[in-house]
């Protein structure tokens, strides 16, 4: 029996989409659109022409359109710098919670009573 990290499934998933890829597929999308009786139609054919899911394309061009002010939604802007200030939060929680610890440690390492 093979191992987790042994298993082709794990192996054959990309590890993240090239944005040249996701940014060709939003523009052939977008350029091709009125030669298909529907949007589905014109991102399947798409999906199948680049090699990569119809899923995929599907939620690209929604995000494009939410980038491009034509739907409603976070930005991929908006989304980007909200990611930046919960990892910076995070770390700032961190480095909080150091120093209260150092400074409980420090002030009982001057308490007269200990010595």
């Known amino acids: ?3 987790l990290f042994e298993s ?3 192996d054959s998933m990309p590890k993240k989409i090239d944005p040249q890829l996701r940014a060709r597929c939003v523009r052939l999308v977008r350029d091709h659109q009125q030669e ?6 014109a991102v399947t ?8 899911s119809r899923e995929s394309v599907r939620r690209w061009m929604a995000q494009a359109e939410v980038d491009d002010g034509t739907r409603p939604g976070v930005t991929s802007d908006e ?20 120093l209260r610890r150092a400074s409980i440690f420090f002030a009982g390492e001057l308490d007269p009573r200990n010595r």
């Open 1 to 3: 029996m093979p191992l």
């Open 8 to 10: 082709e499934r794990i």
């Open 36 to 41: 298909y009786p529907t949007l589905t139609a």
């Open 45 to 52: 054919a798409v999906a199948r022409q680049e090699g990569v």
């Open 79 to 98: 989304s980007a710098e909200v990611k930046r200030l919960k990892t910076e939060n995070k770390r700032l929680r961190e480095d909080n919670e150091i």
